[in-house]
């Protein structure tokens, strides 16, 4: 039997990405802030969740949890990062700005760091990385989100490239950009192409078992990231 874990599994994708695994015949490690939901999760596969209650802003806590579950799996078969936050923040709040630091950047990171060393180690393993479309281009709402998916984009990257100097070519990098999932993380009404949760994540699933390199979800959403790669800042000064 594999074991995954996944990171930010309350609700939402991760939670739905849970579900999926659970059917596959994984034991999946599940971690969240809100206990009481895991525990839920947990009630309704009880010999196939493990729940580790977990906030990735404690960066230093990141390391425990990621430690206890590998001594209690022994070996890990693919990791999925869904924890992140958004904030809409046109005034620049700073509190705003430093959750999504110390989630988005500080937490991501270490958690990459641990997955790839792990994987480096055991010499196989996979690991998936919930972006963005928001990671191609600045924002003027929510600058610190888009800049931290940005980020996250370009570290996947790295370590996708990194990977050329594991011998046995058995470790895989993938990331997942987001259009707009109809999600908690979703604001607003009449949100350009939001696509329904099932939906994404089914895709979502198809693109980790196929351990694709990058995947838009849902796929359309490949083309609004062509247009963002081309079109001047000037123009999306004014657009946006």
Same mark, same amino acid.
């Given at each position: 039997m594999k074991n995954a874990i996944v990171f930010g599994a309350t609700s939402g994708i991760g939670k739905a990405i849970t579900e999926f695994l659970v059917k596959d015949g994984y034991n999946v490690a599940v971690t969240g802030r809100r206990l009481a939901l895991l525990e839920t999760l947990k009630s309704a596969h009880p010999n196939q969740i493990l729940i580790k209650q977990n906030d990735i802003q404690e960066v230093d806590e990141v390391e425990k949890v990621f430690n206890e579950i590998v001594s209690e799996l022994k070996t890990i078969d693919l990791i999925i990062q869904s924890s992140g936050v958004a904030f809409i923040n046109p005034k620049f709040e700073w509190n705003k700005e430093q959750q999504s630091i110390?989630?988005?950047? =500080?937490? *991501?990171? %270490? $958690? #990459? &760091?641990? !997955?790839?060393?792990?994987? %480096? %180690?055991?010499?196989?393993g996979h690991l998936v990385g919930i972006t963005s479309i928001a990671s191609i281009r600045g924002n003027r709402s929510a600058p610190v989100y888009f800049a931290s998916k940005a980020y996250q984009k370009a570290y996947l990257e790295s370590l996708y490239i990194k990977t050329k100097t594991i011998k046995t070519k058995k470790v895989f990098i993938t990331e997942i950009r987001l259009g707009f999932v109809d999600t908690d993380m979703a604001f607003g009404d009449g949100i350009f +192409? =939001? *696509?329904?949760?099932?939906? !994404? &994540?089914?895709? @979502? #699933?198809? !693109? *980790?078992?196929? /351990?694709?390199?990058?995947? #838009?979800?849902? /796929?359309?959403w490949r083309l609004i990231a062509w247009a963002l /790669? @081309?079109?001047? !800042? +000037? $123009?999306?000064? /004014?657009?946006?």
């Amino acid at each position: 039997m594999k074991n995954a874990i996944v990171f930010g599994a309350t609700s939402g994708i991760g939670k739905a990405i849970t579900e999926f695994l659970v059917k596959d015949g994984y034991n999946v490690a599940v971690t969240g802030r809100r206990l009481a939901l895991l525990e839920t999760l947990k009630s309704a596969h009880p010999n196939q969740i493990l729940i580790k209650q977990n906030d990735i802003q404690e960066v230093d806590e990141v390391e425990k949890v990621f430690n206890e579950i590998v001594s209690e799996l022994k070996t890990i078969d693919l990791i999925i990062q869904s924890s992140g936050v958004a904030f809409i923040n046109p005034k620049f709040e700073w509190n705003k700005e430093q959750q999504s630091i110390n989630t988005n950047v =500080l937490g *991501v990171t %270490k $958690l #990459y &760091t641990l !997955a790839y060393n792990l994987f %480096k %180690k055991q010499q196989f393993g996979h690991l998936v990385g919930i972006t963005s479309i928001a990671s191609i281009r600045g924002n003027r709402s929510a600058p610190v989100y888009f800049a931290s998916k940005a980020y996250q984009k370009a570290y996947l990257e790295s370590l996708y490239i990194k990977t050329k100097t594991i011998k046995t070519k058995k470790v895989f990098i993938t990331e997942i950009r987001l259009g707009f999932v109809d999600t908690d993380m979703a604001f607003g009404d009449g949100i350009f +192409w =939001l *696509v329904p949760l099932e939906k !994404a &994540t089914k895709q @979502i #699933y198809s !693109a *980790v078992k196929q /351990k694709k390199r990058v995947a #838009y979800i849902s /796929k359309r959403w490949r083309l609004i990231a062509w247009a963002l /790669k @081309i079109v001047p !800042a +000037w $123009l999306l000064k /004014k657009a946006t």
